[in-house]
């Protein structure tokens, strides 16, 4: 696909260089030489500094000729604008960033009348990441394929679980469907088969029914408690978003906030919840408000330091599940290993769905990839297929077909429901598959076999 990225920041840097990565033909505009500079140095695309939003820039990119265009600078005014002259010029598709809530909550109507594809808002994306990790608390991650009917969750295999020390042919547990489909022990990132061993420390990927969960976590030995208090740290449009979802739930939910203006706005906003004007940094005022006794502490100020030592700190004085946003994309590979449980980037959230929506464009057009999901650091991907007709994976033994190596046929839906396949199972036509690989440029379901 010709595709055209409006802005090169991070996200825009991490959508070129997937894109690239994919075979697409990319011409990335920004208004900053330097960031262009840094970008072509790197990697094989066309950079073009000017106003995105200008009809002779995007003429000059070649949005006549353009498949779609995606515009992420940091104004939403810039985004949508260079949509709507993006789709007067070119008619391409268009996708575009939008942050500010004013315009989220009016966005079908702004989609209509601009003709966008697709609108995508970061931090509400990032709410909805930390929401699905407060209700299935055993979790680091959860990714769901097959519109909500399996889930891939990550979780670490805690020291004496029932699990660790055994292979993973010895797992099977009767009546719970599940796959283990990527072991990530010390940063070492291994596609098992029935004959990996498992140890604890280890981080684990496991595809399993939304409805086995809590059966998953039992038979590992994680410990399963439902949520109940909720403290935040920050009041910023994340922590808005998270909490109206959080007390809409039922569940309860303290914000820490440092600016008295914004604690007005917010009790306005949230009269359900618990306001807290003061510094959430301060020792004090967190261990006075419960932070001893809560459920999930979740760290969500303005500075990725700030989250890292606030995490820490609620971990050494609770036993409440840690959830840290960490702004900096290249911060999270650095605090990985850090014990701040799970890690939220919005910048990556938000380049993963625009990925995800470019995959299913280029489905309707020459591949059948459903979606797609970084794992592991991004070391790992997580395919979702469509099997709409017969071909060389069809109607054999899964154990016949000789598949790459870091390759594995995880699930198979068929009908709506999750078949866990073992080597005497086939693929059908209709069926959904899921794919785990360490393999680039897998676009159609025949590329995960050998030749």
Request: neutral net charge; aromatic residues 6%.
């Amino acid at each position: 696909m010709r595709i055209v990225i409006v802005g090169c920041g991070k996200v825009g840097y991490t959508l070129a260089e997937v894109l690239n990565e994919e075979g697409h033909k990319l011409t990335v505009i920004d208004n900053k030489e330097k960031n262009l500079l840094n970008l072509t140095d790197n990697l094989d695309v066309m950079g073009l500094t000017g106003n995105g939003s200008s009809y002779r820039v995007l003429t000059e990119a070649g949005i006549k000729d353009a498949d779609l265009l995606i515009a992420v600078t940091n104004k939403d005014e810039i985004n949508l604008l260079s949509c709507l002259v993006a789709k007067k010029a070119g008619n391409c598709r268009t996708i575009a960033r939008v942050r500010h809530p004013e315009y989220y909550d009016e966005i079908r109507f702004i989609s209509e009348e601009l003709g966008l594809f697709m609108a995508i808002n970061p931090e509400l994306a990032a709410a909805t990441d930390i929401f699905n990790l407060v209700r299935a608390p055993s979790a680091m991650e959860i990714d769901s394929f097959a519109k909500g009917k399996a889930n891939m969750v990550k979780l670490t295999l805690p020291n004496g679980s029932p699990w660790a020390g055994k292979r993973v042919k010895e797992l099977p547990i009767k009546g719970l469907p599940f796959l283990v489909s990527i072991i990530d022990r010390q940063g070492s990132v291994v596609i098992p088969n029935g004959d990996s061993m498992i140890k604890a420390g280890d981080n684990l990927y496991v595809v399993t029914a939304p409805s086995d969960m809590e059966r998953l976590f039992t038979s590992i030995g994680v410990t399963t408690k439902l949520i109940k208090d909720v403290m935040i740290a920050g009041g910023g449009t994340i922590s808005y978003y998270l909490a109206n979802m959080l007390v809409k739930n039922k569940i309860k939910t303290t914000i820490i906030v440092p600016s008295f203006e914004r604690c007005q706005v917010l009790s306005e906003l949230l009269p359900n919840a618990i306001i807290i004007h003061g510094d959430p940094t301060d020792q004090n005022i967190l261990l006075e408000e419960g932070l001893a006794n809560i459920d999930a502490f979740i760290s969500l100020t303005d500075y990725d330091e700030e989250n890292i030592m606030l995490a820490l700190f609620a971990g050494k004085y609770s036993n409440a599940k840690l959830i840290t946003k960490v702004d900096k994309m290249n911060f999270e590979k650095m605090v990985h290993n850090f014990p701040i449980g799970s890690i939220i980037t919005p910048k990556a959230i938000t380049a993963e769905q625009m990925i995800r929506c470019v995959r299913s464009m280029q489905s309707a057009m020459n591949s059948n990839v459903e979606s797609v999901y970084k794992l592991a650091d991004g070391r790992v991907e997580s395919l979702e297929f469509v099997v709409n007709g017969s071909s060389k994976v069809t109607n054999k033994p899964i154990r016949d077909l000789k598949l790459k190596d870091g390759v594995l046929i995880s699930t198979i839906i068929r009908n709506g429901k999750i078949v866990i396949p073992t080597g005497n199972d086939e693929i059908k036509i209709n069926d959904r598959v899921i794919v785990v690989t360490t393999q680039k440029k897998i676009t159609d379901l025949q590329y995960i076999l050998e030749g």
